[in-house]
């Protein structure tokens, strides 16, 4: 039983840890995507915040000033994108598959060009990285059962980006159902007309949905490199973006739900690591490659027979112009 | 007398530009990149040895994907690059098929055996340095438990892994020993958060060292022993330096001496093609021992290692190759 409870916790301690990225990119995707901006790029934008918080985070020794500069150069291609699809009504899609692009190979030309070690960044140590933080009185309650251990190992002992993305679902609610800005924020997704006739300017409110995309993308794209992992990798990013917007889809565009779709997409990938080569009670020892392919064969079953209709904001990727 | 001096003159330039033809080595690295800190890197190191000591200048070429493999080669000979230095297992069936339309060019291929007139193979016996580092990993955990890594899911990691095992066990009787797989494709090579991961699930069961065997993975399971306070145990180049004090000890494979060798070889018209298979009696597989890793080696391991490595060379005790007979018996 208490084997059982450890792997249990560590499983559970491996999909918090696996999920930040995803929650953080699909918070970021849901203020886009709301406001009526498709934001394919979330995996791009992710990418490059990656690569410059490691750059950041070994030039100067600090792991703050990496993520200030993560959500600096996020934010900056967040309005890169908002710049062809708000004010030049470009194609949505197209525009963010170029941020995609153009993230994967700057990074790793900039990389050779900067750090001359194949388009990795030095490895970080120290306070150049976001380590673990033991929560007030983890150790004083790790021998109580059950509890104690849920407390001490799964919800202490993370590093602050694990729990600032927590905290972020929670704000993302806020923002978006209770505040002014949300409530326009979510009108000019479903009909942009009547949020002009009210004299609000379409422009400037999705150009602020951008922003905030951006800056939670800069988040998550330290997490990735500064505490995660101690280095910029090429193509760290792995499809993480691709797969939180999946899971805002899976989540109806609406921040509890998506993050329970991210919560799920991770409990599944730390699953696979850890029930690889392990002997389960009655089935036996599961071949690694069943285990490799049950994420995506989980997918399409809740996807076909427990979520219903995903309805996208009505406006979304149609650029607003005023003549029509 | 003027007259034979310019004969002398062309005579002498003609010579040393023929010279300078002559030799146009090249070398395609393979996926997980020349900046591996392992497999790749230590080719890297021994050509670069080569171009600092001759000031020859080699080409290169780094596959992203599986598909550049042949292309590459073949680019590479078409150019009249000669030898062309071929990195990896999985470069074999792409070689072999350019080697046949080149029969004039000298290929050499490390870690895998192409049959062919004009192919060196260069093979270790990887299974022999595992087995010493599963030794150390076994008289250094505290918990009975140790632990392996692979990259890509092939024989020859299954290799590395049956001789860590046998190593293993052969200090510690009834120890533990834990084995994943990165994964099944080609990125497995350079997936460190998966490599991390997967570490942190092996230290929750228990294990304290542990082996990776990944390519560029490694640097993820490296970090996350760092971090957890455990040990790691590199490979193919020395990486004790990138953390020490949780480094134990790293397998080096020297591949950088192969692969200068190789280049070495064809200049001096050494070169052969066939076999070479490089074990612990020829020097080709290593345990690592330096400033890094000292303070964490005892002297009772040390005897130990040397012991064994003593008795490996004399034949006293056989590691068991999984490549032979696809089995484990250690596992």
């Given at each position: 039983m208490s084997e059982f409870l450890t792997i249990m916790l560590s499983t559970f301690d491996a999909t918090i840890?696996?999920?930040?990225?995803?929650?953080?990119?699909?918070?970021?995707g849901l203020f886009s995507e709301r406001s009526g901006i498709v934001d394919i790029g979330l995996e791009g934008k992710m990418l490059a915040g990656a690569f410059a918080a490691a750059a950041v985070a070994s030039v100067t020794g600090s792991a703050w000033l990496g993520l200030l500069g993560a959500i600096g150069v996020a934010i900056s291609m967040s309005l890169l994108h908002g710049f062809a699809c708000i004010t030049h009504k470009g194609n949505q899609v197209v525009s963010g598959l170029a941020i995609n692009i153009l993230a994967s190979g700057l990074t790793v030309t900039l990389g050779i060009a900067w750090f001359h070690q194949g388009g990795q960044t030095p490895l970080l140590s120290g306070d150049a990285r976001f380590l673990s933080i033991d929560l007030p009185g983890a150790l004083a309650v790790e021998n109580v059962p059950v509890l104690g251990a849920i407390y001490s190992q799964l919800i202490s002992g993370h590093n602050a980006l694990v729990y600032l993305a927590f905290i972020t679902v929670p704000v993302t609610w806020w923002v978006v159902y209770q505040t002014r800005f949300g409530l326009r924020l979510r009108a000019v997704g479903e009909n942009p007309q009547a949020v002009d006739t009210a004299g609000i300017s379409v422009f400037w409110l999705r150009y602020r949905a951008v922003i905030c995309a951006g800056l939670l993308c800069g988040i998550a794209g330290a997490y990735l490199s500064t505490a995660q992992n101690a280095s910029f990798i090429r193509e760290m990013s792995a499809g993480k973006g691709y797969i939180a917007l999946a899971a805002l889809i899976f989540g109806k565009w609406r921040p509890k739900t998506a993050l329970l779709?991210?919560?799920?997409f991770g409990f599944l990938e730390a699953l696979t690591v850890r029930l690889e080569g392990v002997p389960l009670p009655l089935i036996g020892e599961v071949p690694a490659q069943l285990m490799q392919a049950l994420p995506y064969i989980l997918t399409v079953i809740l996807l076909a027979g427990f979520?219903?209709?995903?309805?996208a904001p009505k406006a979304i990727g149609i650029p607003y112009s005023k003549e029509r | 007398m003027k007259r034979q001096l310019i004969m002398l003159t062309a005579a002498v330039s003609i010579a040393s530009s023929a010279m300078a033809a002559e030799l146009k080595p090249a070398v395609v690295f393979d996926m997980g990149g020349k900046f591996d800190k392992s497999f790749n890197q230590g080719v890297y190191e021994g050509v670069e040895q080569f171009r600092n000591e001759t000031g020859i200048k080699y080409r290169e070429f780094e596959v992203t994907n599986p598909s550049q493999r042949e292309q590459a080669i073949r680019k590479m000979a078409q150019r009249k690059s000669n030898p062309v230095l071929a990195i990896g297992f999985a470069q074999a069936t792409a070689l072999e098929k350019v080697a046949k339309d080149f029969p004039e060019t000298k290929f050499s291929i490390i870690d895998a055996v192409v049959d062919l007139p004009n192919v060196q193979s260069i093979v270790f016996k990887e299974h022999e340095g595992s087995f010493l580092v599963g030794l150390l990993a076994a008289m250094k955990s505290e918990s009975k438990a140790v632990s392996f890594i692979g990259g890509m899911d092939i024989p020859l990691i299954r290799r590395f892994n049956c001789g860590f095992a046998q190593g293993a066990k052969y200090a510690v009787k009834d120890i533990k020993v834990i084995s994943n797989m990165t994964g099944s494709t080609p990125s497995a090579w350079n997936d460190p958060v998966k490599g991390g991961e997967l570490a942190r699930s092996q230290f929750d069961r228990g294990s304290d060292v542990v082996f990776a065997a990944a390519g560029g993975t490694g640097i993820g399971v490296y970090q996350a022993a760092k971090?957890?306070?455990?040990?790691?145990?590199?490979v193919d180049s020395n990486q004790n330096h990138i953390h020490p004090g949780?480094?134990?000890t790293s397998m080096i494979k020297r591949v950088n001496v192969a692969a200068y060798n190789t280049f070495k070889g064809v200049q001096d018209d050494t070169w052969k093609a066939g076999f070479n298979v490089l074990g612990l009696a020829e020097g080709g597989v290593a345990w690592a021992y330096d400033e890094h890793n000292k303070a964490l080696i005892t002297a009772e391991m040390k005897a130990a290692v040397d012991q064994a490595k003593a008795d490996i060379i004399a034949g006293k005790i056989v590691v068991h190759d999984y490549m032979s007979d696809s089995k484990c018996p250690s596992l």
């Open positions: 840890r696996v999920s930040t990225p995803l929650i953080l990119c699909a918070m970021a779709a991210c919560l799920l979520i219903g209709k995903a309805t | 971090d957890a306070g455990k040990f790691a145990i590199g949780t480094m134990l």
